[in-house]
């Protein structure tokens, strides 16, 4: 599904050079759950940012689902992982302004599907994540914990094949934290969505069947 | 997805409320300075548009080949009506009228009032209603006449009055008893029953009343007719040029024949460019006034939305991670600002409805009500959002939604920082407008007290002008010569005069007059004032040498005449001495007078033009007047006029007392400049307002920017003084920059304008000085108060924020 070759990414800082990114090969099949590790600064972000194609690199190969993404144009990408990938943030990015049950609807409109069928779809997720009754509220009136999940429901409204989490549990207690990994594991063995982490914790680490260590931007054997 | 655009706008607006009313406010008042400025231009186009055929109405003009020919306005009294009988296939219609002045008389209610003697077309040409009364038939009687609505009103509180009468009094102090026959319904404004100025015309009367005022509309050397003609279908003016020609060489004396040209003007161009287009030019001049203080809420617009972009920021990385479109993007920003340019808008139309009547004495035009205007204008604030919505929200929209998707998330304003000279730039602008129209203002200001000071050569305190009832004959002059004896003995007047004219740039006319024994070619052109030997002292005007026509009450010598000094230059007199006792005659006359005194230059007229050479001719040679002139005694002013009143009653019963202060007639002749004041000033507080908003937009983004290193410097024992002077300093920049731009600007601008007038002030460095500090106090002090919290507040807390 995923294919990186020799993927580097630098910035400049004051004349010098400083690699985000060295040389990364990775190979990610359908239906995976990769969990990515290592320090801070190590470049975890950076790397689910590429693979999530928010954020280019300078050098190597990208191919998703069989297109190659460094040769394709803005417009292009933006299609691909607008249908194919859902995010999910530690510090939940929630729209403030917007209701649940419209931020949940949000990349639906933006897909352009039909008023009765996004209704449809986001009834059915506000079902299954058990927060029927809280639609109406808006995010500041929500805890941690159920904002991020209102967070994983907006990423999966879309139906994507794959979710990026950066720090998923990173703001949550460890309760809440634990509620949303067991989600990921439910997710990832019943509907078979592929799912990257990016963590620090060991423990949330290991509820996915693969684990990669970073280091100064670089794929540690 | 529309729909969920404006469910975010509106929340947005809700939620940044204090932004949103600034915005809202900003906008709004130049929002409604467009609309005010709009709607005169639309009510001044509207004048002679909804005139019936409004294009084929022409006004007949009269170019005369010498200065002091004759008048533009008026033509050959038979002209227009030979026209109509002789070449039907061009002319489908004329009319006719002889403007005149007289006192109107309604049991105990007297007042003068202006009147049009013409024909009777008048009530079937234009497309005038009548309330009541026959439009056929109205005009036939000699002895009968047709009153406006509000003359009904004035006179008889009612305005079904058909078959009631009023008395009009002739010239001769005759009165006779006038039948209403007919009752004009209001109409719009147009340039035939208000030509001169916006007063509209109340009393209309038949040619056949012409006899009883002493008039006549049927000799062709009578050149004081105004004349309108309806053109037939098709047919150019070009094509009447012949025509009149042949008429004129036919009928008219030679004098005419060879000096007159006719020309037609269209009614529906005439009002916008006569008096050398000063309507226009208002209109241009507000227009650019008004452009540019949308333009600047609109820059403030922007810069808001810019200061605010990091919270939105955020959200923009959302809805791109979530599969939006930078063209989505840039449609919510564009729909959020049309939405709040919408809200202004309308706001703008509720300030419309409730200072209407204040803008309406500035522009000294009243302004349309909001129901006057067609259904169609309901889509115009709508238009107009749409438009000042994109303008304003296209530039924001634009850079939010370029940012890169991770830069947003992480809401990095660095790229927004780079661009902040930008902005500085703008308010920059702003503060160069803003300095520009005060200085304006000022000097305006400055140049219209200079018309009222003491270098208009004459003492205007304390006089009030009368008009008389006419008998102009030398029993009518001898009498107001006893009234005036006995007006000048109440304790309370210091003085009275009898004249044709007050200084108010209108006299009754103008000759060439050259040196006994002189060349007739050397003859200069002079204005006429007809006045008593009172006149000089009355009005305070000092003697260079002689006597104002003789020592006052001793007898006056017909054939004397005063002088001013710029005619006794003109005439060749070095020395104001030289010129007493010389001896001039007129063109045209075989009259010689001896000149008994020369006087001090003064401002008979506006101060645009330079003082004419003058000669003072004395009433009771010339037989003609229309004024008391009266210096009240410092004191109480109301009992006075109260003393006056009565006396003037008495001795002159049933003429109105309907009095003018010098002080009111010379506003009149500085109408213009007056309005223009009143329009910089109010243009001024407008363009304070929107910069000063626009540097609260700008301080709330620099404060944003700088949280960090306020915490830090507090930190490192920066006092609150320290802190607000950083952002004082920030802003002086911009305004001395903006003035540096701002003053030459002003100062040509001015210098412009000031050029237009023959007696002007300087220009000093006091409007510059006076607009920079109070630009710079007002803003610094703004500054000051809303920096204060933040200078305050502990810098643990925004260190933090980092």
Same mark, same amino acid.
């Given at each position: ?93 929630? /729209?403030? @302004? #917007?209701?649940?049950?419209? *931020?949940? +609807? ?9 008023? %009765? &069928? =996004? ?60 509620? /949303?990994? @067991? #989600?990921?594991?439910?997710? *990832?063995? +019943? ?9 620090? %914790? &060991? =423990? ?18 | ?802």
């Amino acid at each position: 599904m995923i294919e990186l070759n020799h993927i580097t990414k630098w910035a400049n800082s004051g004349g010098n050079r400083v690699f985000l990114l060295r040389d990364i090969n990775l190979t990610v099949k359908e239906g995976e759950f990769i969990s990515i590790m290592g320090p801070s600064g190590s470049g975890k972000s950076t790397l689910l940012n590429v693979i999530g194609m928010l954020d280019e690199f300078n050098e190597g190969e990208y191919n998703f689902i069989g297109q190659p993404v460094h040769e394709l144009k803005e417009k292009h990408r933006s299609q691909l992982y607008k249908s194919h990938i859902g995010f999910v943030f530690q510090a939940y990015h929630l /729209i403030d @302004e #917007l209701t649940v049950y419209e *931020n949940i +609807e949000t990349p639906l409109l933006y897909q352009n599907i039909k008023s %009765s &069928e =996004r209704q449809a779809i986001v009834a059915d997720i506000l079902d299954r994540f058990n927060i029927v009754g809280k639609k109406d509220l808006f995010p500041t009136q929500l805890s941690g914990g159920q904002q991020q999940l209102v967070g994983v429901a907006r990423a999966l409204v879309a139906k994507p094949k794959l979710i990026l989490a950066d720090e998923p549990t990173g703001n949550l207690n460890s309760k809440q934290g634990e509620e /949303i990994m @067991e #989600l990921f594991k439910q997710l *990832n063995a +019943e509907d078979g969505v592929t799912i990257i982490q990016a963590t620090h %914790s &060991e =423990r949330n680490a290991a509820y996915g069947s693969k684990i990669i260590n970073l280091l100064d931007g670089r794929i540690e054997k | 997805m529309i729909r969920n655009y404006l469910k975010i706008a509106w929340r947005n607006m809700v939620k940044n409320r204090l932004l949103s009313i600034v915005n809202i406010v900003g906008l709004s008042a130049g929002i409604l300075f467009t609309f005010v400025i709009s709607a005169y231009t639309w009510s001044e186009l509207q004048v002679n548009a909804e005139l019936k055929n409004a294009d084929r109405q022409y006004i007949l003009q009269s170019r005369w080949t010498g200065a002091n020919m004759g008048y533009e306005l008026v033509t050959i009294a038979p002209l227009a009506k030979a026209l109509f009988e002789q070449y039907p296939t061009l002319i489908s219609n004329y009319y006719r009228f002889d403007g005149i002045t007289s006192t109107v008389s309604k049991g105990d209610k007297h007042f003068r009032e202006s009147f049009q003697i013409g024909d009777s077309t008048l009530l079937r040409m234009y497309g005038f209603s009548l309330l009541h009364g026959d439009a056929q038939t109205a005009l036939s009687d000699p002895y009968s006449v047709v009153l406006s609505e509000d003359a009904a009103k004035k006179y008889f509180a009612k305005t079904n009055v058909v078959g009631e009468t009023i008395s009009i009094e002739n010239f001769s102090g005759a009165e006779h008893d006038f039948m209403v026959t007919g009752i004009i319904k209001n109409h719009s404004r147009n340039s035939v029953s208000s030509l001169l100025d916006d007063k509209e015309n109340q009393f209309y009367l038949p040619i056949a009343a012409a006899q009883f005022f002493g008039r006549e509309m049927v000799l062709w050397n009578n050149a004081h007719v105004v004349s309108y003609v309806e053109l037939q279908k098709g047919v150019s003016p070009k094509q009447l040029e012949e025509p009149i020609r042949q008429l004129l060489k036919k009928n008219a004396p030679d004098f005419i024949t060879l000096n007159l040209t006719q020309y037609l003007v269209p009614l529906n161009q005439y009002y916008l460019s006569k008096d050398n287009g000063l309507v226009k030019k208002m209109i241009y001049a507000l227009s650019i006034i008004a452009f540019f203080i949308l333009l600047m809420a609109v820059i403030n617009f922007v810069n808001m939305s810019m200061s605010h972009s990091v919270t939105r920021l955020k959200e923009i990385g959302i809805r791109k991670v979530l599969g939006g479109l930078k063209k989505q993007m840039i449609l919510q920003f564009l729909t959020e600002s049309i939405v709040l340019v919408l809200f202004a808008t309308l706001f703008a139309i509720l300030l419309y409805a409730v200072s209407r009547n204040y803008f309406s004495s500035i522009l000294g035009k009243s302004l349309p009500e909001l129901t006057v205007f067609p259904l169609s204008f309901i889509l115009l604030p709508f238009a107009l959002a749409l438009f000042v919505g994109t303008l304003a929200g296209i530039y924001p929209a634009l850079v939010l939604s370029a940012f890169k998707t991770v830069d947003s998330l992480k809401g990095k304003l660095s790229t927004v920082k780079e661009k902040i000279w930008l902005r500085k730039t703008l308010v920059g602008f702003q503060f160069s407008i803003a300095t520009i129209v005060f200085i304006g203002a000022i000097v305006v200001s400055q140049q219209i007290g200079y018309f009222f000071s003491k270098n208009i050569g004459y003492n205007k305190d304390y006089i009030v002008s009368a008009q008389v009832p006419r008998d102009w004959s030398s029993a009518g002059v001898s009498r107001m010569a006893t009234i005036r004896t006995q007006l000048s003995a109440l304790p309370q007047v210091s003085d009275v005069t009898l004249s044709f004219e007050v200084p108010d740039g209108r006299n009754s006319g103008s000759a060439a007059i050259y040196k006994v024994g002189a060349d007739s070619t050397s003859a200069v052109s002079t204005q006429f004032l007809n006045t008593d030997e009172h006149f000089a002292s009355t009005f305070g005007i000092s003697l260079k040498a002689g006597a104002f026509f003789s020592q006052p009450g001793a007898f006056t010598d017909s054939s004397t005449v005063v002088i001013n000094e710029t005619q006794a230059k003109a005439l060749g007199w070095k020395n104001a001495d030289d010129a007493v006792g010389q001896r001039v005659r007129l063109i045209g006359r075989t009259d010689i007078y001896t000149v008994a005194g020369v006087t001090n230059d003064f401002h008979f007229g506006s101060m645009q033009e330079s003082v004419p050479p003058i000669t003072f001719v004395h009433v009771a040679n010339s037989q003609v007047f229309r004024y008391f002139s009266v210096k009240l005694k410092p004191g109480d002013i109301s009992n006075s006029l109260e003393a006056l009143r009565k006396q003037w009653a008495v001795l002159m019963p049933g003429a109105p007392f309907e009095y003018k202060f010098m002080d009111e007639t010379l506003r009149h002749l500085y109408k213009t400049e007056i309005q223009l004041r009143q329009a910089a000033y109010t243009a001024f507080l407008l363009a304070l307002i929107i910069v000063l908003l626009g540097v609260l937009g700008l301080v709330s983004m620099s404060i944003q920017r700088r949280t960090k290193e306020i915490g830090i410097r507090k930190v490192l024992g920066s006092s609150v003084t320290n802190i607000i002077l950083i952002f004082i300093k920030e802003f002086l920049f911009v305004i001395v920059i903006a003035g540096c731009i701002a003053f030459p600007i002003a100062f040509t601008l001015m210098q412009n304008w000031l050029n237009g007038y023959a007696y002007r002030v300087q220009i000093t460095a006091i409007p510059f000085i006076i607009s920079i500090l109070l630009l710079g106090t007002i803003s610094a002090l703004l500054i000051a108060l809303q920096t204060m919290k933040v200078a305050q507040s502990n810098p643990v807390k925004s260190l933090r924020t980092e």
